[in-house]
C-alpha cells in the first residue's frame, strides 16, 4: 500500500513569506506528527495530531507555526513570516495508535526540504 | 526526565563485520518501548526494529539485533555482516508517556568497503 506522503518535496522561498506543507499519512493511521531535522541534527518534535482529540502543540517553536489535520486524515503545516532559521527537512510521520497499545511504529514520510532565503 | 543519549557521533565498519551502536536512555515511565531507525542520505527514515520494556527476548530484525539491558537502560543495535548499504545515520527512539516519542541526535555509520 501507500506510505506516508508529502509536498512539495523541496521549498525556497524568500524570508517573510508564508509556506505551507502538506502531508498524506497511511490510510488507516490515527496519530500523525510532524518533525524538524536541521542540518547534521536529529529530529525535534512539532505537533501532534491523535484522533479527533486536540493536538499536542509543545513542539512549536514559535506562534509563527501552525498546524491542522482536517477529517482526520492530510495535515497541513503552515509557517508564516519565514526566516532563516526555519530551514530544515520538515518530516511527516504517522501510525497506528490504537487502544492501549504502547508500540507506536512511526512510518516516515520522505520530507520537505525547506530553504529560506 | 525522558533522554535518549548516543555517544558515537560516528562509526567506520569494515564490510562484512558486525557493529554495535551504543544508545542509553532514561526514563520514568514503567513501561516504554525502543525503536531504531536509519536514515540514508536520501533522508528518509526506515523504521529497522522495536523492543518492548517488558519483553522477555531481545528483538531481532534479520541482520539486526537490539542488546536490551533493561538495568543498564541500555538498548544498543547491533548490524551483523556490514554492507555498503548499511552507510547512513541511526537513531535511536523512545516512546514518552503514551503519546510522544523522543529520538536521540543519531550516530552516522560509514562501511569500508
Known amino acids: 500500500g501507500a506510505g506516508v506522503s508529502q509536498s512539495p518535496s523541496n521549498k525556497v522561498t524568500e524570508k517573510g513569506k508564508d509556506v505551507e506543507l502538506r502531508c498524506d499519512p497511511i490510510?488507516?493511521?490515527?496519530?500523525l506528527y510532524w518533525y524538524r531535522q536541521s542540518l547534521g541534527q536529529g529530529l525535534e518534535f512539532l505537533i501532534y495530531?491523535?484522533?479527533?482529540?486536540?493536538?499536542?502543540k509543545s513542539g512549536l517553536p514559535s506562534d509563527r507555526f501552525s498546524a491542522e489535520r482536517t477529517g482526520g486524515s492530510v495535515s497541513t503545516l503552515t509557517i508564516q513570516r519565514t526566516q532563516q532559521e526555519d530551514s530544515a527537512v520538515y518530516l511527516c510521520a504517522s501510525s497506528y495508535k490504537g487502544r492501549g497499545v504502547l508500540q507506536e511504529t512511526q512510518y516516515f514520510g520522505p520530507g520537505t526540504r525547506l530553504l529560506v532565503l | 526526565a525522558q533522554k535518549i543519549t548516543q555517544t558515537q557521533p560516528g562509526m567506520f565498519v569494515q564490510e562484512k563485520e558486525a557493529v554495535t551502536l551504543d544508545c542509553t536512555y532514561d526514563t520514568s515511565d514503567p513501561s516504554y518501548g525502543l525503536f531504531w531507525y536509519k536514515q540514508p542520505s536520501s533522508g528518509e527514515m526506515i523504521f529497522l526494529i522495536y523492543q518492548g520494556s517488558y519483553d522477555q527476548q531481545n528483538a531481532t530484525e534479520g541482520r539486526y539485533s537490539l542488546n536490551f539491558q533493561k538495568a543498564r537502560k541500555s538498548a544498543n543495535l547491533v548490524i551483523s555482516a556490514s554492507q555498503l548499504g548499511d552507510s547512513a545515520m541511526y537513531f535511536c527512539a523512545m516512546t514518552h508517556g503514551y503519546d510522544k516519542v523522543i529520538f536521540g541526535p543519531g550516530t552516522s555509520l560509514s562501511v569500508i568497503p
Open positions: 495530531f491523535q484522533g479527533n482529540s486536540a493536538p499536542d
Open positions: 490510510s488507516g493511521h490515527t496519530a
